[in-house]
C-alpha cells in the first residue's frame, strides 16, 4: 500500500500543470497529432485513452464526437463518470467484456513506457487502431525530456523506478505483435507511431 501510495504521487506529480510546462511543446504536437489522425477516420470509434490522469484530451476528443473512455489505476473517477480507474494491464485481460467496439487506442505522453507489456497482446481486435505518442531520440527531443524529468527533484528510490520506465521510450515495434500496417512520424521533440490492427 506504502509503495502504490508513493507511485500515485510521483505520477501525480508527474502531470502536475507547473510541472507540464516543460513538456508543453510535447504536449502540444500530441493533441494536434490525435486530433488530425481522428478528423480523418470515417466512422467515430471509441478512444481509450491510456493512463488519462484526470481525463486527459476528453473535450477534444468529445467534440469530433468520438466516444471517450479513460483508464488509469491511480485516479479516482467519481468526477468523470468515462473514466475506469484500472491499470491497461486488467483492462487488457477484461476488454472483450467491457467494450467490443472498434477502438482508437491513445498511449499519450509516453504511457507505453509504463506500462507491463507482456500481457497487453491479446487487447486488440480487428480494425482497431493504436496510436503511440513518445520522445523522440535526437538530442533535441533529449533536452526537452531532460528538462521536464528535472521538474520532479524527488530523490525517492519508488521514482528511480517510475523514472527508469519513463526514459524508456517504449515503441510498439518492442510488442511481440503483427499490424497490418504501421505509420511512424516525427515532430520534434515527439515521434509517434500510428497502427492498424
Ligand atoms: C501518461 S504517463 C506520463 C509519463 C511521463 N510523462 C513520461 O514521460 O514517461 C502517466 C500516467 O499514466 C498512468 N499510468 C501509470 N501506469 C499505468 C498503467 N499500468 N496503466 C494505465 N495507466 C498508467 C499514471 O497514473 C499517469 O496518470
Not at 468523470?80 to 505522453?109: C, D
Request: aromatic share 16%; hydrophobic share 40%; glycine share 4%.
Amino acid at each position: 500500500m506504502y509503495w502504490l501510495n508513493m507511485v500515485q504521487n510521483i505520477y501525480k506529480n508527474m502531470l502536475k500543470a507547473s510541472n507540464k510546462i516543460a513538456a508543453a511543446s510535447f504536449l502540444n504536437n500530441e493533441l494536434t497529432f490525435i486530433e488530425n489522425i481522428l478528423s480523418g477516420l470515417k466512422s467515430r470509434m471509441t478512444v481509450v485513452v491510456v493512463g488519462c490522469h484526470d481525463g486527459m484530451y476528453y473535450e477534444n476528443i468529445k467534440k469530433l464526437r468520438f466516444n471517450y473512455i479513460g483508464i488509469d489505476p491511480y485516479i479516482n473517477s467519481q468526477r468523470n463518470p468515462h473514466i475506469l480507474r484500472m491499470s491497461f494491464e486488467t483492462y487488457a485481460k477484461k476488454r472483450r467484456e467491457i467494450n467490443k467496439n472498434k477502438s482508437v487506442f491513445v498511449f499519450w505522453f509516453n504511457v507505453l513506457s509504463h506500462i507491463d507489456i507482456s500481457v497487453i497482446n491479446d487487447c486488440f481486435i480487428g480494425g482497431d487502431i493504436i496510436i503511440n505518442s513518445l520522445w523522440g531520440n535526437k538530442e533535441a527531443d533529449i533536452n526537452v525530456r531532460d528538462e521536464y524529468y528535472s521538474a520532479f527533484n524527488d530523490k525517492s528510490q519508488q521514482y528511480q523506478t517510475v523514472f527508469q520506465a519513463a526514459k524508456k521510450s517504449y515503441s510498439l515495434n518492442n510488442i511481440d505483435m503483427k499490424f497490418k500496417t504501421i505509420d511512424c512520424f516525427y515532430n520534434s521533440p515527439n515521434y509517434f507511431e500510428v497502427a492498424y490492427i
